[in-house]
């Protein structure tokens, strides 16, 4: 089970799931690095060839994958990651993984049920065939994420509004999606609507003060999204 967490990790991340030295064996049945880091000893799997021989006894299927890994296979996954989790901000966090899993199902059919069948076309989610599944906020900027989006879904930081980006092609166009991801038995609809609106990207819903500098690194005089006709859902 902690080889498959593993893997799964790093297809949603690109990046190794650490493990601790009570999970010594790993390293002494060469699946993982032996590294250290902040003179802790760690473990970690992230040789591609392991990892690809790794999926074989779990995901061996042909149809319906993402990398090899069956879409169901993640949704199970991402949906128990929710069930399990015990603070309120982790049960947030694994939710919106498992809505990002929803959209590569529901996408792999047709994109228009996210907006009604008015469309011609069934439209694609971009980069849908790229491994790692998410982009983090603290890796890349929202910014340089909209400008050069190398995975389908982007997870902005927390002063953003919303909560997932991802980019549909539909029609002949690229279409931004902002989704705010709501786990709650009561939910404002206004709020959820003004988070996903541009205006308010990055503006504190109290003082109703935006920060520029967080959105982008590279140009922090100009909101990367003022000449974007933007797309967004709740």
């Known amino acids: ?30 699946f993982g690095l032996l590294k250290k ?7 970690q799997i992230e040789e591609p060839l392991v990892l690809k021989t790794l999926k074989t006894p779990w995901f061996n299927y042909t149809e ?31 939710w919106e993984k498992y809505l990002a899993g929803r959209m590569i199902d529901i996408c792999s ?24 599944m998410f982009t983090k906020s603290s890796k890349v900027s929202f910014a340089e994420y909209l400008a ?39 939910a404002s609809r206004t709020d959820s609507l003004r988070s996903t609106d541009p205006k308010y990207f990055f503006c504190n819903r109290i003082s109703g003060k935006c920060s520029i500098t967080v959105i982008s690194t590279r140009n922090r005089s100009k909101r990367p999204w003022s000449s974007t006709r933007s797309t967004w859902g709740s």
């Open 1 to 30: 089970m902690l080889l498959k967490q593993c893997i799964l990790h790093y297809i949603y991340f690109g990046e190794p799931l650490v493990v601790g030295q009570k999970n010594a064996w790993m390293f002494e049945a060469a």
């Open 64 to 94: 319906g994958t993402y990398f090899d890994v069956p879409v169901a296979e993640l949704l199970e996954d991402l949906e128990w990651g929710v069930v399990m989790s015990r603070e309120p901000a982790a049960m947030g966090f694994q």
């Open 148 to 186: 050069n989006h190398q995975t389908p879904f982007y997870l902005p930081d927390s002063m953003a509004g919303h909560d997932v980006v991802f980019i549909l092609e539909m029609d002949g166009k690229k279409i931004r999606v902002f989704v705010r991801c709501k786990l709650r038995h009561e």
């Open 37 to 43: 880091e902040r003179s802790k000893l760690e473990i």
């Open 109 to 132: 059919n047709d994109c228009r049920i996210l907006f009604g069948k008015h469309k011609k076309d069934v439209g694609t989610l971009l980069n849908a065939d790229q491994e790692p």
